[in-house]
């Protein structure tokens, strides 16, 4: 199921979104915007390559003179005065303070970023601002809900038919930080826990400070009601940083109220605990419309038999929609209480004429 569900999710959005009047144009905008990117950075990397052939280059040069600087001490040191006695080691220390060190002052102070940085300030209009981040981390974060994905799933790079780059430590912490930001503590928790996987998995190559993800992990699990996780990572974050003055006192409070109440915390729940499977139809009527929504996509109830010849599946491009003129969506439609429909304009009419509506009992739409 993984396969389509980014695909499927799209097209989701694109179906609730398109028709309002207004919307389309920003939608297909963002995403012309977000093609252009990539030309962008394309332009960017050439000149970040180029900028570091050249430090490449300047690093050979002073290496190279280090090298000799070195060969040259370590015939001098052991008797200076005959050293210099010979005419040719003389002209090379000298040599190398007039050509040599004097050099070496340029090449440090030499700046081949000019370039570079006159390019990256000149398109910084282009780049995505912080708002364009955190709607990308919550675009991600609806995903994992809407198919319960768990984080390691989506750090794999697994999901999609598309090539999907897998995530760094750096990158989980990010969505950990932006969750943490919403107050979205379940999130919080989930993807700080990915960031450990990810940072042991990684190792020295990690840039993540570890005493940062505790002090999420820390708080989130105080949020959600688990003293006792919580004091757990308080203790390896004291341990990461000792002189870490909140910790400090956070653990002793921590302490305190689990000592207070210790048969509060016996039971604490570390994981979601959600289990896939059926849900009892008095269960699926007592459903919010977002849970509903998800459910739909995740399809927990299969299509009854009886249904099964009036089931229909048709293309459909939203009254040649530009965007769904190219990559039309398949949609299986169940009509329980019409006849065999295989047009939009049939769907549109079956809609106005049956007086009981549409029966949507199970609609799955995804890019073909």
């Avoid at 609730?16 to 389309?24: A, C, D, I, S, T």
């Amino acid at each position: 199921m993984a396969s389509w569900l980014f695909a499927c999710l799209l097209t989701l959005v694109t179906v609730v979104v398109l028709p309002v009047p207004g919307v389309r144009a920003e939608v297909f905008t963002a995403l012309v915007h977000m093609e252009g990117l990539v030309s962008l950075e394309k332009e960017l990397l050439g000149g970040l390559e180029s900028y570091l052939e050249l430090e490449r280059q300047r690093l050979v040069r002073m290496e190279q003179f280090a090298g000799r600087v070195r060969l040259a001490l370590t015939s001098a040191s052991q008797d200076p005065s005959t050293h210099l006695s010979d005419p040719v080691n003389a002209y090379q220390l000298v040599n190398r303070f007039i050509n040599g060190w004097n050099t070496l002052y340029d090449d440090i102070y030499e700046d081949n970023g000019q370039g570079l940085m006159a390019n990256i300030s000149y398109y910084n209009f282009r780049f995505p601002d912080t708002e364009d981040f955190t709607g990308a981390v919550t675009a991600i974060l609806r995903l994992q809900d809407t198919y319960r994905l768990s984080p390691s799933l989506i750090t794999s790079g697994k999901l999609g038919t598309t090539t999907t780059l897998p995530m760094t430590s750096e990158d989980s912490y990010e969505m950990g930080r932006i969750a943490y930001g919403a107050e979205d503590y379940q999130h919080t928790r989930d993807w700080m826990k990915e960031t450990l996987r990810l940072f042991d998995e990684e190792g020295d190559s990690s840039t993540v400070d570890l005493s940062g993800v505790y002090d999420h992990l820390s708080f989130a699990e105080y949020k959600l009601g688990n003293l006792k996780r919580a004091a757990h990572y308080t203790r390896l974050l004291l341990q990461n940083d000792p002189t870490h003055t909140r910790a400090q006192g956070n653990i002793a409070y921590f302490e305190r109220l689990i000592r207070s109440e210790p048969e509060k915390y016996v039971n604490e729940v570390d994981e979601r605990g959600e289990e896939e499977g059926e849900v009892s139809p008095d269960a699926r009527e007592s459903m919010s419309e977002k849970e509903r929504y998800e459910s739909l996509c995740r399809e927990p109830w299969p299509l009854p038999k009886e249904y099964d010849s009036e089931l229909t599946c048709f293309y459909y491009d939203n009254h040649r929609t530009p965007s769904l003129v190219i990559r039309p969506m398949k949609v299986e439609v169940v009509f329980p209480q019409t006849s065999y429909i295989h047009t939009a304009w049939d769907i549109d009419r079956a809609r106005d004429e049956t007086t009981e509506g549409v029966g949507w009992t199970n609609t799955k739409e995804s890019y073909c």
